[in-house]
């Protein structure tokens, strides 16, 4: 069975819980998560993810800095990024996007949504 | 070339044009009378059919009773069809509505297990905004403790908002104050009010007859149009965990301030 690694960067422990009950859906998935920007850097510079969902306000280091610096690495250039944040404006959204990021899902969030999400940018059927 | 030469050039072709002409003819005769054959052998068994008509309709009627039971077959096997499509319908919607229900039990079980995840008040208070803005979809609104010695509901966190910014609530009055004493959540279909003392919606915090508290929203997020079904279901469990949580934390922290006044005590007389 193939397997996909995930990683959820989110301050808030109750969305995080969410978002792990939603994907533990996806065949094969292996989710790690990270509880800050900087948490997050560290945890995907360290090991390999297919998928990385980030929040944008959290503390230490927020999602769009987290974002700048993994399209600097040059092995995580192409991992797809998902954000999520409670802004719904659409320039957070093309900021986020600007920046490196794939898809954006705004809270509250629906699990189905992030499921077809996740399951389109990992390429499962 | 002299024109004996031409002359009997021309002679040859004419020659060559003429046998192709007669090999033609002779086709022509050799096809009409194969063509010639088979007519006369549809004849002789056209002749030979009318002859046996009892046999003839014997095969017709056998056909045509075949035929009508294809039909029947036919009918029935359309009928089933159109019963397994009806019933793969319902499979799907059916599956449509056990994943929405799963989702919104996924919400409702990670509401509960955070409430009652921390006996640290300031914890649970954090995890009530997190539930209200993540799960909810909440940008203003605030949560009231219950003041058991001057009866008011103060406002002790909030979210989009300054704390400050929200008044005191007297119980029983007002929208917050009047859900509170009665016990009953308060929601509108509005999305925002600017009013603080007139939110869209008010969920009473209550262990059993006793006051906890109160969570009032006054907008929601931009996206969020309007309350589902999963939001009324998340005002109920709020409704009864956040209040059991603020009250055990509460608890909590007198049987901690008391066990350390006792110890306290213990320590004086010991030493």
């Not at chain 1, 898809?103 to 949504?113: D, M, R, V």
């Not at chain 2, 017709?60 to 089933?80: A, N, P, Y």
């Amino acid at each position: 069975m193939e397997r996909h690694r995930i990683l959820i960067v989110e301050d808030s422990p109750t969305m995080r819980q969410l978002l792990v009950f939603a994907l533990k859906r996806l065949k094969g998935a292996e989710i790690v998560e990270a509880q800050d920007g900087l948490d997050g850097l560290r945890k995907v510079t360290s090991d390999d993810f297919d998928l990385a969902l980030v929040d944008i306000n959290m503390p230490v280091m927020d999602g769009l800095k987290l974002i700048s610096l993994i399209r600097d690495e040059d092995g995580l250039k192409d991992m797809p990024i998902v954000v999520i944040t409670t802004e719904g404006a659409k320039e957070d959204r093309d900021r986020a996007l600007a920046l490196g990021a794939d898809e954006y899902l705004t809270k509250p969030i629906q699990a189905n949504k992030v499921l077809a999400i996740a399951k389109a940018l990992l390429k499962i059927e | 070339m002299s024109d004996r030469d031409d002359i009997f050039k021309r002679a040859d072709e004419f020659l060559a044009v003429f046998r192709r002409g007669a090999e033609f003819t002779r086709e022509l005769v050799e096809e009409n009378q194969r063509l010639r054959g088979q007519i006369v052998e549809v004849d002789r068994r056209d002749n030979d059919a009318a002859q046996d008509t009892t046999e003839w309709g014997k095969l017709r009627q056998q056909l045509l009773t075949h035929i009508e039971g294809l039909e029947v077959e036919k009918e029935d096997v359309l009928e089933r069809l159109r019963a397994l499509e009806e019933e793969n319908r319902q499979f799907a919607n059916r599956y449509v509505e056990i994943e929405e229900e799963n989702n919104n039990l996924a919400n409702l079980y990670v509401a509960s297990y955070q409430l009652h995840s921390t006996l640290d008040l300031s914890e649970v208070l954090k995890i009530i905004i997190e539930i209200v803005i993540n799960l909810v979809g909440a940008e203003i609104f605030c949560v009231y403790v219950h003041d058991d010695k001057t009866g008011l509901l103060e406002p002790v966190a909030a979210e989009g908002e300054k704390v400050p910014a929200f008044p005191s609530v007297p119980m029983g009055t007002g929208i917050v104050g009047v859900s509170v004493a009665s016990g009953d959540t308060h929601a509108t279909d509005s999305n925002g009010s600017a009013d603080y003392e007139s939110p869209i919606v008010s969920i009473p915090l209550r262990v059993e007859d006793r006051p906890i508290g109160a969570i009032a929203i006054f907008k929601l997020l931009a996206q969020k149009e309007q309350f589902t079904l999963l939001d009324h279901e998340l005002f109920t469990l709020l409704a009864g965990h956040a209040a059991t949580a603020i009250f055990a934390a509460e608890l909590h922290a007198q049987s901690e301030r008391k066990l350390n006044t006792i110890q306290g005590f213990i320590d004086l007389l010991t030493k």
